[in-house]
Structures are given as structure tokens and as C-alpha cells.
């Protein structure tokens, strides 16, 4: 004799999965839940360093975003933010030569489309200073040296 008690909970279960019936299992695109920045004694020129943690949330305003270089990127943030208040998410960690500096990331109600970093070197110092992170990391360790950063997982 057929288990159909199994069969409709399978059925619902896959119903619910698919997002059938009106519902939609919703996974965030970007991952990360916290951040570290160390900054190296001579980083910068031993100077402190803003490293801003950029995350769009439509794919248009990304791909506008991804294009920029630091210098380009921290001329037109306040715009940015100004142009689109509900579109982006932007943390901002200041990096002091020497220290290490973690934060916790919150976007558990913000569907990012990519999470992009800057760091804000000298502008004598030659460099796009830019990384586009892995979506599914849940930690980041960025490492400012003395003219560009590292990222670790």
C-alpha cells in the first residue's frame, strides 16, 4: 500500500523549496557577517587610512561602482549615497597604522549584489586600492601595507 502521507509532505516540502504557492526561499547574495582591517606601522605612509566596505544592492548600481578606482570611488561616495539612500550599504572602518580593527557586518535585511572594498591611500601613492570580495565569505581580514592591501578568507 502507497505511504501517501510521505508523498504530500515531500510535495509540500519541494513546493516550498521552489518557491511554488507564493513562497520564496530568500538567500543573501553577500555573505559577510564581519570584518577586519590591520593596518601595518608604515601603511600609507603611516598615516590612518578609511577603508569603506561597499555594498549596492542592485546589479546596475554595482557595475557603475565596480568601475571606479579608489581616487574615483571616495570623490563620489557622497553623491552616491545622496543618489540612491536605499540601494547601498556602506561601512567604514578607520585604519591606524599598527592596529588591528574588527566590525560586525549587518545585512541580513539588505539583499547586496556584491560587496566591493576601498581603502583611501595618498593620492601619490599609485594604485586602484580597490577589491571586489567573495559573496559567500563570512569573514574578511583586509591587510593594509605601505602602498596596497591584501584580502584573506
Do not use: W
Amino acid at each position: 500500500m502507497p505511504n501517501y502521507g510521505a508523498f504530500v509532505t515531500l510535495t509540500a516540502l519541494l513546493t516550498l523549496l521552489t518557491g511554488c504557492g507564493g513562497y520564496k526561499v530568500m538567500v543573501p547574495t553577500v555573505a559577510l557577517k564581519k570584518v577586519t582591517v590591520v593596518a601595518q606601522k608604515e601603511a600609507n605612509k603611516e598615516m590612518v587610512t578609511t577603508v569603506h566596505f561597499v555594498f549596492p544592492k542592485t546589479e546596475t548600481l554595482a557595475e557603475e561602482i565596480r568601475k571606479m578606482d579608489a581616487v574615483a570611488y571616495f570623490a563620489a561616495f557622497a553623491d552616491i549615497k545622496a543618489s540612491h539612500p536605499n540601494d547601498i550599504e556602506i561601512v567604514s572602518i578607520e585604519a591606524v597604522p599598527g592596529i588591528s580593527t574588527s566590525q560586525k557586518i549587518q545585512l541580513e535585511d539588505f539583499n547586496s549584489q556584491a560587496a566591493i572594498v576601498y581603502a583611501r591611500y595618498d593620492d601619490s601613492i599609485p594604485g586602484a586600492h580597490r577589491e571586489e570580495l567573495k559573496k559567500r565569505c563570512s569573514k574578511v581580514i583586509i591587510s593594509l601595507g605601505r602602498t596596497s592591501f591584501g584580502v584573506a578568507y
